[in-house]
């Protein structure tokens, strides 16, 4: 989408500087990154575009095309008003806050990330307005520090309490590689996926809240409480001090404890056991852990829903899928799954066709890409 005649019509002069930065699927390692687990993603074809121009004054003034609205505030008064204006207010304070002198800017952005599925709208979002007033005020920051920042933005102002990964998969991803991060050590690698595969990306039709402001405990909030009272009933700073020869030890903490700990532990080592199959082209093994991951996200640790559980069933038995998981935090959003090559729109139209029949859901096929 060429987005300069919105620019121009919207702020009557022309734009300087361009940024960009997909959204990602995270291939397995699912609720592991605030756990100091590993986790595993990709980015996807889908993409936040932003174009920016320096202003006079220290406003800040944006229009979003996906909310169809443009809002604005001046830098250094930053304050939530529970919009999306939240996370460009949150970012411009977090930069500052670190230290990097900002201008006020004018900034259009349009995403082909769906929102609130998954994908990290949100931290394509924040990274690339990092990334963008980068360029426009000559900032020093790191690829790595602007995750960083986009982490602390969505922490602090935004209000919501996610971990590293989708901030560093947006910021330092690239296509045709999964990042194969540590958040113990904040160490990553790039694994390059094989030519052999192809990536399908089924979004639900259903979508989440990361806030934490729904009620009950069915959210992600509550999940992070959970590890962390685990980690008091075990004994540990951690989850990741745990191995599977812990097991034992952790199948007796009362329900739900158990079972969320065992889903941390299991699937950091489904990580280690998925990079070595894709470095050895076994589609088959990564299917397998596909399907073990999302059981374990299923039943231990509580984050499917029906309709994501009846699109893995189905992708179970159609051909030329060699497995299929919830991606993202979970309580929605989208399934990843794993076919041949040149076979993964077949399939996956045949499992999206099948899903929207039995559900009558609207489900939207993100990868691959038409
Ligand atoms: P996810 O990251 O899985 O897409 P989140 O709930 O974390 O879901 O983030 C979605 C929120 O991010 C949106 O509700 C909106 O506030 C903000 N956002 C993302 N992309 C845009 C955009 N292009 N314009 C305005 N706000 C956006
Ligand atoms: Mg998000």
């Given at each position: 989408?060429n ?9 009557h002069?022309a ?17 592991t ?16 575009e932003?174009?920016?121009?320096p ?12 909310m169809q609205?443009r ?29 990097h002198n ?6 259009v ?14 931290a394509s979002f ?9 360029k ?16 602390a ?11 590293l ?6 910021s330092l ?6 990042l194969?991060?540590?958040?113990r ?5 790039s694994?390059?996926?094989?030519e ?9 039709g ?14 992600y ?6 590890c ?5 009933l ?7 001090d745990?191995?599977?020869a ?7 903490l ?9 889903h ?12 070595a ?13 596909f399907?073990?991951?999302h059981?374990?996200?299923s039943?231990d640790?509580?984050v ?6 009846l699109?893995?069933?189905i992708a ?10 919830l ?10 799954m794993?076919?041949?090559?040149s ?13 929207a ?8 096929l ?5």
């Amino acid at each position: 989408m060429n987005l300069e005649p919105l620019f121009q019509q919207t702020f009557h002069s022309a734009s300087t500087v361009h940024a960009s930065s997909p959204g990602r699927v995270n291939l397995i390692g699912e609720h592991t990154d605030y756990n100091e687990g590993l986790v595993l993603p990709t980015p996807i074809p889908q993409r936040c575009e932003m174009l920016f121009s320096p202003r006079a004054d220290d406003r800040v003034e944006i229009h979003s095309v996906q909310m169809q609205t443009r809002a604005g505030y001046a830098l250094g008064a930053e304050i939530a008003d529970h919009t999306w204006l939240d996370y460009v207010q949150a970012i411009t304070q977090e930069l500052q806050r670190a230290g990097h002198n900002l201008r006020g800017f004018n900034a259009v952005v349009s995403s082909d990330v769906p929102l609130g599925s998954g994908l990290s709208s949100s931290a394509s979002f924040l990274v690339t307005i990092a990334k963008g007033l980068r360029k426009l005020f000559d900032l020093e920051i790191t690829d790595v520090q602007i995750a960083q920042l986009a982490q602390a933005a969505e922490n602090g102002l935004v209000g919501a309490r996610v971990g590293l990964m989708d901030q560093m998969a947006c910021s330092l991803g690239k296509a045709g590689e999964a990042l194969l991060i540590d958040f113990r050590t904040l160490e990553y690698r790039s694994i390059k996926l094989p030519e052999t595969m192809e990536l399908v990306i089924l979004h639900s039709g259903l979508t989440h809240s990361l806030a934490g402001h729904e009620a009950g405990t069915r959210n992600y909030k509550t999940r992070r409480l959970e590890c962390e009272r685990a980690c008091e009933l075990l004994g540990v700073a951690s989850l990741r001090d745990l191995e599977l020869a812990d097991l034992e030890r952790v199948a007796a903490l009362p329900a739900p404890f158990a079972g969320r700990a065992r889903h941390v532990i299991t699937e950091n080592a489904r990580v280690l056991e998925t990079v070595a199959a894709l470095e050895a082209g076994d589609l088959q093994r990564v299917g397998e852990l596909f399907y073990t991951s999302h059981v374990s996200m299923s039943a231990d640790y509580d984050v499917s829903e029906p309709e994501i559980d009846l699109i893995v069933q189905i992708a179970g038995r159609t051909a030329g899928i060699y497995g299929a998981r919830l991606t993202g935090g979970g309580f929605g959003g989208s399934v990843v799954m794993i076919a041949d090559k040149s076979q993964g729109r077949v399939a996956g139209e045949a499992v999206m066709l099948e899903y929207a029949q039995t559900t009558g859901q609207s489900p939207r096929l993100l990868s691959p890409a038409v």
